[in-house]
């Protein structure tokens, strides 16, 4: 009867035995080590041992190593093409933003960092909103509000000071004591700063949000029309909601519709989101006749996950707004860009998206697209090149220096598996963090994001050393099961941890994409830097022998079903959904090559 050995040290001790008498017909000697997956032939003559290389008498020193230098310098030429790529900036045929050409019109919303309106004692500083307003004067003629609480009750008279027109929002919801102190307040504003609100929305999107019914939104808009004299009244809404509502028409002064076309129901794709917005206000030109149209509120995001085909980028965002304000130019029509400032509070509401819809970030408050200044994805480009070139040097380092104190070599199909987990990680780790840093969200989503980040980071240098040593990737047994049967060694410990930690977080993130995905971002870039190296292992040195644990089985399982769904559910045009269920499959299938030994005392 076998006794299980828990730790490396005989293990490393029997090899170098071995290698040392050089003897042709030793007895066979079977050691189980890390689950008994790592076997020592007592026929140490052979060139190959279980995939594994001995070292010839006559054969170089070095020579081993120009397989792994070679896929190295490989490695590396394929992280800073892809890096180069990445980089490349996009000229456009006009700047989004021009100081010479100034905007017509701009939504303003004033809060910055943790300030949120869904607080209702938050009560934003006339400095801070004259700072603003100070830095829109010199991009815009005009801006949007939607509300007179939490201090914006203070914009008019800092808007005339700036020398700022306004487009004058008043809220309504399903609160009528709250829709009266609006109104009150509002009136009296309206009146005492005719040369700043050229005009009144009153109700935003309140007939999309399903909190009032079109015959009590025009009995406000005519109460609101009867106080404020000549200025002209409106409401505005996403624009299928006016050809929902056409009572509407009759209480408002003109139209103001919001065309989004990334948050239609069809997404629409960037390069074509202009066309779509001039579509779209033509059909309601032509349903509407006899009044303007202003489009209350049109752009792109800069950042979050994408739907369909529409990708939220910097590059994408300076197109569509660059496009649409050219058209618009062209065209003759008025439009009202969303908006401002990034705001930090949407992400609650609608996911990390609904925070970067800005021309100007939120802290620091600097403009996105400067004009002249090329337009890039990713404004550390280099460093993330040069990070990724340096990991991909760890990760063979790692394996190098593991391979040293080795008598035995791996076969080549392990340094191609470490050369794919180097490159991947190279690849993606710039890209990694920067969606760590844009989509992590209070504590427990930077605990979240940055415990699959340090996974990931982990996964190849870990990955690299078992495959040089022969090590098989733990099962679950190993780290909880029971005592006789967990493998204390530092490597298994450290790949179990960083397994469970990826695992638990693609289980997670799939099941949420299954039941509530709309505002879900695709984790593919850190999934994937974790799940190649760990499926590499799980291949190449998977168990000979032992049961396959249901729990693996069951995850499995669960990660392969649920990417199926999500590819389906996304659409085959989103290419991030695509890439993070290729992650889940991949960890599936890593799963599902676990293998647990039963022990005896």
């Given at each position: 009867?076998?006794?299980?050995?828990?730790?490396?040290?005989?293990?490393?001790?029997?090899?170098?035995?071995?290698?040392?008498?050089?003897?042709?017909?030793?007895?066979?000697?079977?050691?189980?080590?890390?689950?008994?997956?790592?076997?020592?032939?007592?026929?140490?003559?052979?060139?190959?041992?279980?995939?594994?290389?001995?070292?010839?008498?006559?054969?170089?020193?070095?020579?081993?190593?120009?397989?792994?230098?070679?896929?190295?310098?490989?490695?590396?030429?394929?992280?800073?093409?892809?890096?180069?790529?990445?980089?490349?900036?996009?000229?456009?045929?006009?700047?989004?933003?021009?100081?010479?050409?100034?905007?017509?019109?701009?939504?303003?919303?004033?809060?910055?960092?943790?300030?949120?309106p869904l607080e209702s004692t938050v009560r934003v500083s006339a400095r801070q909103i004259a700072e603003d307003l100070a830095q829109?004067?010199?991009?815009?003629?005009?801006?949007?509000?939607?509300?007179?609480?939490?201090?914006?009750?203070?914009?008019?008279?800092?808007?005339?000071e700036a020398g700022l027109k306004m487009i004058f929002g008043i809220w309504l919801s399903s609160d009528r004591l709250k829709n009266?102190?609006?109104?009150?307040?509002?009136?009296?504003?309206?009146?005492?700063?005719?040369?700043?609100?050229?005009?009144?929305?009153?109700?935003?999107?309140?007939?999309?949000?399903?909190?009032?019914?079109?015959?009590?939104?025009?009995?406000?808009?005519?109460?609101?029309?009867?106080?404020?004299?000549?200025?002209?009244?409106?409401?505005?809404?996403?624009?299928?909601?006016?050809?929902?509502?056409?009572?509407?028409?009759?209480?408002?002064?003109?139209?103001?519709?919001?065309?989004?076309?990334?948050?239609?129901?069809?997404?629409?794709?960037?390069?074509?989101?202009?066309?779509?917005?001039?579509?779209?206000?033509?059909?309601?030109?032509?349903?509407?006749?006899?009044?303007?149209?202003?489009?209350?509120?049109?752009?792109?995001?800069?950042?979050?996950?994408?739907?369909?085909?529409?990708?939220?980028?910097?590059?994408?965002?300076?197109?569509?707004?660059?496009?649409?304000?050219?058209?618009?130019?062209?065209?003759?029509?008025?439009?009202?860009?969303?908006?401002?400032?990034?705001?930090?509070?949407?992400?609650?509401?609608?996911?990390?998206?609904?925070?970067?819809?800005?021309?100007?970030?939120?802290?620091?408050?600097?403009?996105?697209?400067?004009?002249?200044?090329?337009?890039?994805?990713?404004?550390?480009?280099?460093?993330?090149?040069?990070?990724?070139?340096?990991?991909?040097?760890?990760?063979?380092?790692?394996?190098?220096?593991?391979?040293?104190?080795?008598?035995?070599?791996?076969?080549?199909?392990?340094?191609?598996?470490?050369?794919?987990?180097?490159?991947?990680?190279?690849?993606?780790?710039?890209?990694?963090?920067?969606?760590?840093?844009?989509?992590?969200?209070?504590?427990?989503?930077?605990?979240?994001?940055?415990?699959?980040?340090?996974?990931?980071?982990?996964?190849?240098?870990?990955?690299?050393?078992?495959?040089?040593?022969?090590?098989?990737?733990?099962?679950?047994?190993?780290?909880?099961?029971?005592?006789?049967?967990?493998?204390?060694?530092?490597?298994?410990?450290?790949?179990?941890?960083?397994?469970?930690?990826?695992?638990?977080?693609?289980?997670?993130?799939?099941?949420?994409?299954?039941?509530?995905?709309?505002?879900?971002?695709?984790?593919?870039?850190?999934?994937?830097?974790?799940?190649?190296?760990?499926?590499?292992?799980?291949?190449?040195?998977?168990?000979?022998?032992?049961?396959?644990?249901?729990?693996?089985?069951?995850?499995?399982?669960?990660?392969?079903?649920?990417?199926?769904?999500?590819?389906?559910?996304?659409?085959?045009?989103?290419?991030?959904?695509?890439?993070?269920?290729?992650?889940?499959?991949?960890?599936?299938?890593?799963?599902?090559?676990?293998?647990?030994?039963?022990?005896?005392?």
């Open positions: 009867m076998r006794r299980r050995l828990p730790h490396d040290d005989f293990h490393q001790m029997a090899e170098i035995q071995c290698f040392v008498q050089r003897t042709q017909h030793a007895a066979a000697v079977c050691l189980r080590c890390d689950g008994g997956a790592d076997r020592i032939s007592g026929r140490l003559g052979t060139r190959w041992l279980n995939g594994y290389r001995r070292s010839d008498e006559g054969e170089g020193a070095l020579t081993w190593l120009r397989l792994p230098l070679l896929l190295l310098v490989v490695s590396l030429a394929v992280i800073a093409g892809v890096w180069r790529w990445l980089a490349t900036p996009v000229t456009l045929a006009s700047a989004p933003i021009d100081p010479a050409a100034k905007l017509d019109c701009v939504s303003y919303a004033p809060f910055r960092n943790q300030q949120s829109l004067a010199k991009i815009t003629r005009c801006i949007r509000t939607y509300s007179v609480d939490n201090g914006l009750d203070q914009v008019p008279a800092l808007a005339r009266r102190i609006q109104i009150d307040t509002a009136v009296p504003l309206i009146k005492d700063f005719p040369d700043v609100i050229e005009s009144v929305v009153v109700g935003n999107e309140v007939l999309l949000r399903g909190e009032m019914t079109a015959s009590e939104l025009v009995a406000n808009l005519r109460t609101v029309k009867t106080q404020v004299g000549r200025v002209p009244v409106t409401y505005a809404d996403v624009w299928e909601f006016w050809l929902r509502h056409r009572e509407i028409y009759d209480a408002v002064d003109f139209l103001t519709i919001h065309i989004l076309p990334y948050w239609e129901d069809f997404p629409i794709r960037a390069r074509f989101a202009a066309m779509h917005v001039d579509s779209i206000r033509k059909r309601i030109a032509a349903a509407f006749p006899g009044k303007d149209i202003l489009i209350g509120e049109t752009g792109w995001p800069s950042a979050g996950r994408m739907r369909d085909d529409s990708l939220p980028s910097r590059t994408n965002q300076a197109r569509v707004v660059s496009e649409i304000l050219d058209l618009a130019r062209r065209e003759n029509f008025r439009v009202n860009l969303i908006e401002a400032y990034d705001q930090p509070w949407k992400r609650r509401l609608e996911g990390t998206v609904g925070g970067y819809w800005g021309l100007i970030g939120n802290d620091p408050r600097t403009l996105k697209y400067p004009a002249g200044e090329p337009i890039s994805d990713f404004l550390h480009a280099k460093a993330a090149m040069i990070a990724g070139l340096i990991y991909s040097v760890v990760v063979f380092g790692a394996a190098l220096l593991t391979q040293r104190r080795r008598p035995w070599k791996p076969h080549w199909s392990a340094w191609i598996a470490i050369a794919l987990s180097a490159t991947c990680g190279g690849a993606l780790l710039g890209i990694a963090v920067d969606k760590m840093l844009v989509e992590s969200l209070g504590t427990g989503g930077w605990l979240q994001w940055g415990a699959l980040l340090a996974a990931a980071s982990l996964a190849p240098v870990l990955a690299s050393i078992a495959q040089v040593t022969g090590r098989p990737l733990p099962a679950f047994q190993d780290l909880i099961g029971p005592k006789h049967l967990r493998d204390r060694s530092a490597l298994a410990v450290l790949l179990g941890v960083t397994l469970a930690i990826t695992i638990l977080i693609a289980v997670q993130s799939a099941l949420g994409f299954v039941f509530d995905p709309r505002y879900r971002d695709f984790p593919f870039a850190a999934l994937t830097m974790a799940a190649v190296p760990l499926l590499g292992l799980a291949l190449l040195n998977r168990r000979p022998q032992g049961e396959r644990p249901a729990s693996e089985m069951v995850i499995a399982g669960l990660l392969v079903l649920s990417s199926g769904y999500i590819a389906i559910n996304e659409g085959f045009a989103n290419w991030q959904s695509l890439w993070t269920c290729a992650a889940y499959v991949a960890l599936g299938l890593t799963m599902w090559q676990a293998r647990a030994v039963r022990g005896q005392e």
